[in-house]
Nanobody, 119 residues
Framework: QVHLVESWGGLVQPGGSLRLSCAASGSILSINVMGWYRQAPGKQRELVAA???????NYADSVKGRFTISRDNAKNTVSLQMNSLKPEDTAIYFCNAEFRMSYGTLNKWGQGTQVTVSS
């Protein structure tokens, strides 16, 4: 009933930029929190950025000043603008959201998309 669809990542050179988007659909009343996580080879999955329904944001220290998360509540979308990319940003990126349903809350993950930063 609920779907979370991510745009595809890709290959980008160091210092370059990439924008990821995620769209939610289904019988959703609203979305409480939306965010992006990533998992690099040999590392644990970590929170990259999150944004609340009110617009409050939270970023990992490693991406502060370089990444920007935003959301469009009317369209139920969240985006991650990634600038000044570094090789260490290479990872699989996952969209995540906590939905407010008619019966309560539901947490959902996107399928994940590979972002590779290399020259």
């Amino acid at each position: 009933q609920v779907h979370l669809v991510e745009s595809w990542g890709g290959l980008v050179q160091p210092g370059g930029s990439l924008r990821l988007s995620c769209a939610a659909s289904g019988s959703i009343l609203s979305i409480n929190v939306m965010g992006w996580y990533r998992q690099a080879p040999g590392k644990q999955r970590e929170l990259v950025a999150a944004i609340s329904s009110g617009g409050s944001t939270n970023y990992a220290d490693s991406v502060k000043g370089r990444f920007t998360i935003s959301r469009d509540n009317a369209k139920n979308t969240v985006s991650l603008q990634m600038n000044s990319l570094k090789p260490e940003d290479t990872a699989i990126y996952f969209c995540n959201a906590e939905f407010r349903m008619s019966y309560g809350t539901l947490n959902k993950w996107g399928q994940g998309t590979q972002v590779t930063v290399s020259s």
